[in-house]
């Protein structure tokens, strides 16, 4: 089964260039992305394989994870050299490595949403009325 356009077809050879990727000078900096454009499919394929195929999970979980420490090392070995590093090249990485995202989940209740703004509304149209009636 061939997945998406110029996307190779899944087989050995696939674990064998991730294999190679632990050769890659740039392997520090891989994201789950990375990976998928390294041994040449797409962001979606690299979605459905890991789905789909526990073999192809398994290895790019233990890549990320060997990326993780290799990350953690390379920014000790910096720190402690007193080598400067970029703030916010460090805040990208490591909100990538760790999966943190820029979102606040709330939950709100509608109603009093509704009745904050209604109280509010007559507020500015109570000053309203008296500004103008002086």
């Known amino acids: 089964m061939r997945y998406g356009v110029g996307n190779p077809l899944y087989g050995p050879e696939i674990l064998e260039k991730m294999q ?6 740039d392997f520090v900096y891989l994201t789950k ?9 797409s962001q979606k394929t690299m979605y459905e394989w890991i789905k789909e195929k526990p073999e192809f999970k398994a290895a790019v ?17 910096r720190s402690m ?4 590093m970029s703030a916010a090249w460090l805040i990208y990485r ?35 009325q008296t500004t103008d009636g002086k």
């Open 20 to 25: 190679g990727l632990y050769n890659d000078p």
């Open 61 to 77: 979980d233990l890549i990320l994870a060997d990326v993780e420490d290799e990350f953690q090392e390379l920014v000790t070995k």
């Open 81 to 84: 050299s007193g080598e400067k």
């Open 94 to 128: 490591t909100a990538n490595v760790f999966g943190w995202r820029n979102t606040v989940e709330a939950t709100v209740n509608s109603q009093q949403v509704r009745d904050a703004l209604d109280d509010e509304v007559k507020k500015q149209l109570a000053e309203a």
């Open 33 to 41: 992305r990375g990976v998928g454009r390294k041994i040449g499919i």
